[in-house]
């Protein structure tokens, strides 16, 4: 039996091929493992030196005296089924081949393959690859990939046909401080499948949401079980490369992956309760937005707007997702009626025409989440007002009128206030089970996406655009559906 | 006859309503104006104070002693018609009517807005708004908008529909370092409407590309012209928002704009050769585009890249958008097949599966750019490369393997590498007038997005995502058949 968790929880790891050429997967490898921070053993093994970067180095895996939970094998193709044979003795059963040269390469490689994996199933051995970017657990401080890139600690986890696709969505993910759970880059496949991971992350209990890049699977049947399998515990977000003929022309020369008719795939994939998307930003943004909010129940939209054109997007969004705005109810409207100023829109969206008073913001956004008709509010201007007040007192500033210093005051007031607001925002998710999407009025670069607040396991997104907190809400109101119909059989 | 262009490049300006009140529309003008570094002259007008922010003020329009180009009417409406009247008695014929409580009020607001339109008209006076968020020309220096923000120059020029909209764009600019020429926001077009400012920003020299924001349009065979008319000079960019029932409605309350049938509009914008999106950010990346770059001159993409899984991607998002990969002409295969490692993808796109060596993308790029087989080149990822090999070195440093000093001065190397490497690429589409679209492997937020060349008027652009260069391929695309049937009568 495959022990996945042991190959994302090893306690000791050993490199073979470890290197101090800053340019080869044995160096990459290693040094990624160690500045990552991993608490456990990391064996250099290597015939060449007698310390890697200061670590003794061992001249092969039998030569370590401790146990080995994990093997990661940089080493050329020609060598790895003798590593191999190293870890039968050594009794290694979890193994990542990060050496390319095989199935991906032609004919040779593909009979070198077939013989990797048969040696390695007939001895128990699980691997991860070959010809993979390998692997990451940041809740075990594990970064063991090519690329040090280090995201941040969370929930989404991974599963990558790309090492390319999978390093800059854990790339996004660092930039924007959403957290990351596993990530495994799944390489040729010889042994270890996609199939196999999706269905370990769905069990994960350390996993929240199941991201996935995939070009084509072997045993469609067996993976779409393990996705409608994962997609009843948790959310499953995909996207399936080589939906054209180009695009499956480059696949094929990519992964070699048989792309079969995308139409086909995606009515599986959809029918798996699989949450389909067509870029790479796309799949981090909807991940992140399934770990961070409750699902809507139904799709009825309440729209809070500082100004009027927003408001008219965010109507074109919805209606264009099949969403609703319905109007506002009686007691809603005679509450905003009694405190908006006289030229309020009246209606959803709730136009505050363009007055930034945090006050009249909160109170209209309370009314709009607590009242029965809306099923999620999106907020559009509030966070961010303070940078644009601040920009105000900046031009003062310029013009003599207020100290530079003053400015440094104001800005952590306006700090405090906004994270407050956005603390608020995640009481109310608590509170009412609704999802709340804030769009920033001015933002940054280098602004935090992702608002924590300490004790809640929601967290608030800071949307750039309209159109991304939209598309979020529709892809969560599809998922909240499909689990719907699978647990009361309803429609 | 309207001067258009004294209200973009006034010599001397009035704020009629000035005041030291920070929360104000009469200090947000008149510090915008001082803040933002405009040259010419600058008179607070009111009643209240002997000097505004330090500067001497006027009692009314008419004590000024020199002549006054442009007036800012930030008072209350029942006071516009006699501001108006001093206008009059001035001399001034350039008048933005910042002032709300017009026809977005309802009928009151009509019957005044009409009394003040006619009352301009008969005296000639154009007016912008009234309820505008104001203008910006940066080439002279101007900002005077409600909002502080300020957009590098440029030349791309904003008509916005909604201020907030604008001004949104206008930040998103700032913070790419995408230049902007001059911004309008037309508010409730009581006098002045689009089809004034697109014809104007068609003639306008110092306009590349026009943008625009609109929800609706009084007299639409009008702005058709203008919209065509401009059209054959430069590139208009359109998001028509509204274009749903439930976006037409909240455009209703919004701007009032009747927005008719979307349909309609889209079909009449496209004949006009107007670009349409329908996204705000859209608006930008597509406008910043054509600023940039030649137009591709057909639909023959060549993709260089240095990772498969993007690849895939691209060549998906080529195909449903219309764009061809033609497989590698003789002359290019055999150049790259000697020069490229035995493993490469051997056809288009060219993957150089995962070797970051910058003389070998270079190459490629040349191979790809100089063929006639190819109208546009797509890199993925070489930009950027500099930041993935940093971070080798950074593991390295914390391994003490290398000093952090030392990290400095790669960096600058580096960035000399890339910085010499984008304006090798403005110098390909200088000799071969085509487009290259480069996408970053890996970006840090606030990094900027358009590279200059000195000496050169074309810039490039760092892509983020492959999707939004093939998006921008598209559309350049588009608008070149479009102006290619308009001259030459051909399909």
């Given amino acids: 039996m495959t022990d996945m968790r042991k190959i994302f929880y090893p306690e000791s790891i050993a490199v073979v091929g470890a290197t101090e050429n800053l340019f080869k997967w044995g160096s990459y490898i290693f040094t990624n493992i160690l500045a990552g921070g991993f608490g456990g053993k990391v064996y250099p093994v290597t015939k060449s030196k007698d310390t890697i970067y200061g670590h003794r180095a061992y001249g092969s895996l039998t030569g370590i005296e401790g146990p080995v939970d994990l093997v990661f094998i940089t080493t050329p193709a020609a060598s790895v089924m003798g590593v191999l044979a190293d870890c039968v003795e050594k009794g290694v059963k979890q193994v990542v081949l990060i050496t390319s040269g095989f199935s991906e390469t032609g004919e040779e490689g593909v009979r070198l393959e077939e013989e990797m994996a048969s040696f390695a199933r007939a001895n128990g051995i699980a691997v991860v690859g070959p010809n993979t970017m390998g692997i990451v657990n940041t809740a075990a401080g594990l970064y063991a990939t090519g690329s040090q890139v280090r995201a941040p600690k969370g929930g989404i986890s991974i599963i990558a046909q790309s090492g390319n696709v999978g390093n800059q969505i854990m790339e996004w993910a660092e930039q924007q401080n959403i957290g990351i759970g596993k990530f495994v880059g799944s390489g040729n496949e010889g042994v270890l499948g996609c199939e196999d991971y999706v269905a370990y992350f769905g069990d994960d209990p350390d996993t929240t949401v199941v991201l996935m890049y995939i070009e084509g699977v072997d045993d469609g049947r067996r993976f779409m079980e393990a996705a409608r399998g994962a997609g009843m515990k948790k959310p499953v977000i995909a996207l399936k490369a080589g939906r054209t003929e180009m695009g499956s022309r480059a696949a094929a020369s990519h992964t070699g992956a048989m792309a079969g008719s995308f139409k086909t795939y995606e009515s599986a994939l959809r029918q798996s309760g699989v949450i389909l998307v067509k870029a790479p930003t796309e799949l981090l943004t909807i991940s992140s937005a399934f770990d961070s909010m409750p699902l809507p129940k139904g799709n009825r939209v309440g729209v809070v707007t500082l100004g009027g054109g927003w408001g008219v997007i965010t109507a074109d969004e919805c209606e264009e997702r099949g969403l609703a705005l319905p109007p506002l109810p009686d007691d809603v409207f005679k509450k905003l009626d009694s405190m908006l100023p006289p030229f309020w829109s009246r209606g959803n969206p709730v136009d505050l025409v363009g007055q930034p008073s945090i006050e009249l913001f909160k109170e209209s956004m309370n009314s709009m989440v607590s009242s029965e008709a809306y099923d999620a509010v999106i907020l559009l201007?509030?966070?961010?007002?303070?940078?644009?007040?601040?920009?105000?007192?900046?031009?003062?500033?310029?013009?003599?009128?207020?100290?530079?210093?003053?400015?440094?005051?104001?800005?952590?007031?306006?700090?405090?206030?906004?994270?407050?607001?956005?603390?608020?925002?995640?009481?109310?998710?608590?509170?009412?089970?609704?999802?709340?999407?804030?769009?920033?009025?001015?933002?940054?670069?280098?602004?935090?996406?992702?608002?924590?607040?300490k004790g809640s396991g929601y967290k608030a997104i800071i949307y750039k655009t309209p159109e991304e907190a939209v598309f979020c809400l529709e892809k969560q109101y599809e998922y909240y559906r499909y689990r719907n119909r699978r647990t009361t059989g309803r429609q």
């Fill in 381 to 453: 201007g509030m966070v961010g007002a303070g940078k644009f007040v601040l920009r105000i007192h900046e031009s003062a500033a310029h013009m003599g009128y207020y100290s530079y210093d003053k400015l440094e005051e104001l800005r952590q007031i306006f700090d405090e206030r906004q994270s407050n607001f956005l603390d608020n925002i995640i009481e109310l998710m608590e509170k009412y089970d609704k999802p709340i999407y804030p769009v920033a009025l001015i933002s940054s670069p280098g602004d935090e996406m992702i608002h924590y607040k």
